[in-house]
């Protein structure tokens, strides 16, 4: 009967829990997105504000669409894509979040199966 007793209040307990998602503190800011490609660690930056996004990497500025689904999830859509590839939009969640960073959750919208996973940082 303990035994029944300890699993019920652990189940509880853990099934209460969820992660801290303040997301609306990431719809607007200056960011920085790293991740290593070819062994190379690469730096992203990019200005957001609620409707737009203006990235800069390696020394050439993109910019894209955005429209967010919820509080925590958007699609970016690019504006000047120069291939089939890229006129595709790509969907992101944010999964949690701290005082200054966020993990998300992206994939090209409709190809949950290549979903990968970064985190941000809020510079300003």
């Known amino acids: 009967m303990r035994i029944l007793y300890y699993c019920l209040t652990l189940l509880f307990v853990t099934s209460c829990y969820s992660p801290e998602r303040d997301c609306v503190k990431f719809h607007n800011g200056t960011f920085e997105f790293e991740t290593i490609i070819n062994n190379n660690l690469e730096t992203s930056?990019?200005?957001?504000?609620?409707?737009?996004?203006?990235?800069?990497?390696?020394?050439?500025?993109?910019?894209?669409?955005?429209r967010w689904v919820n509080d925590c999830e958007c699609i970016l859509t690019k504006l000047n894509p120069k291939n089939n590839q890229e006129k595709r939009p790509i969907r992101m969640r944010i999964l949690t979040t701290t005082s200054n960073s966020y993990t998300f959750e992206y994939s090209l919208v409709g190809d949950l199966k290549n979903t990968q996973r970064g985190k941000i940082t809020k510079i300003e």
Request: glycine share 4%.
């Open 45 to 66: 930056r990019f200005i957001r504000n609620d409707s737009l996004e203006i990235e800069s990497y390696r020394g050439k500025i993109d910019s894209a669409k955005i």
